[in-house]
């Protein structure tokens, strides 16, 4: 398996538009994960599923951010309308068992 | 909610030395993992180690959940073990499944 696959690697926009973040996890997992690292607050947990279902979004931070997961093999993670506090490190993660892989990360810029 | 410490926060060795990193952790966890950071973001999985003892090469982890910690032991630092270590528990809290990430270690192994 390839691992956990996240795109874009990097992204930059502007203040107000609307970015998605994307990721496949690896195949057979049932959890997946979505985490925030910056250097003031470290890696936050936003959200995370259990068989495609949502079941902790307690930190994502606002309404502006959504979170979705169609099927077993994709998810996104949306923020609209963006704002430069929102620029971050956002990785996604998926696991089996208890044990976590991480995808290499969405470098996201709000200008 | 669960708490997560991680000392100490930075950390300086010589090549070829042997190091201790610590994660506590507030509450009763039943899953507890380590990860490296390494210098270009990538979060590698270490252990998976709820508890007892595990080994893999130059490092080996302790859990001692009846006494929430965990240890990490790095032995004959190489200068590719340079990067940030994390401990990450999860547990329930308020009636939620909780994934917490510590706060790091950052380890610079000097030449």
């Known amino acids: 398996d390839a691992g956990v696959i996240q795109s874009p690697r990097h992204e930059v926009t502007e203040m107000g538009q609307e970015v998605t973040l994307r990721c496949k996890p690896i195949?057979?997992?049932?959890?997946l994960f979505w985490y925030r690292q910056t250097m003031m607050r470290g890696l936050e947990l936003l959200i995370y599923?259990?068989?495609?279902?949502?079941?902790?979004d307690s930190g994502m931070p606002e309404d502006r951010f959504s979170a979705k997961m169609p099927n077993a093999s994709f998810s996104t993670l949306k923020i609209q309308p963006s704002e430069p506090r929102d620029s971050a490190v956002y990785f996604c993660?998926?696991?089996?068992?208890?044990?976590?892989?991480f995808g290499q990360g969405t470098r996201l810029t709000v200008v | 909610g669960i708490q997560v410490e991680q000392s100490p926060p930075d950390l300086i060795l010589q090549e070829g030395a042997n190091s201790t990193l610590r994660c506590n952790f507030s509450?009763?966890?039943?899953?507890l993992q380590w990860f490296h950071q390494n210098p270009w973001g990538q979060l590698i999985n270490l252990f998976y180690i709820p508890s007892g003892t595990k080994q893999n090469g130059r490092l080996s982890a302790t859990t001692v959940a009846t006494e929430r910690y965990s240890l990490l032991y790095i032995s004959s630092s190489q200068t590719t073990d340079s990067g940030v270590y994390f401990c990450?528990?999860?547990?329930?809290?308020?009636?939620?499944?909780?994934?917490?990430f510590g706060t790091g270690t950052r380890l610079k192994v000097l030449a």
């Open positions: 195949s057979g997992h049932d959890y």
């Open positions: 599923f259990n068989n495609n279902v949502p079941i902790d």
């Open positions: 990450a528990v999860g547990g329930w809290s308020s009636g939620t499944y909780k994934y917490i």
């Open positions: 993660a998926s696991s089996l068992g208890g044990v976590a892989f």
């Open positions: 509450d009763s966890v039943n899953n």
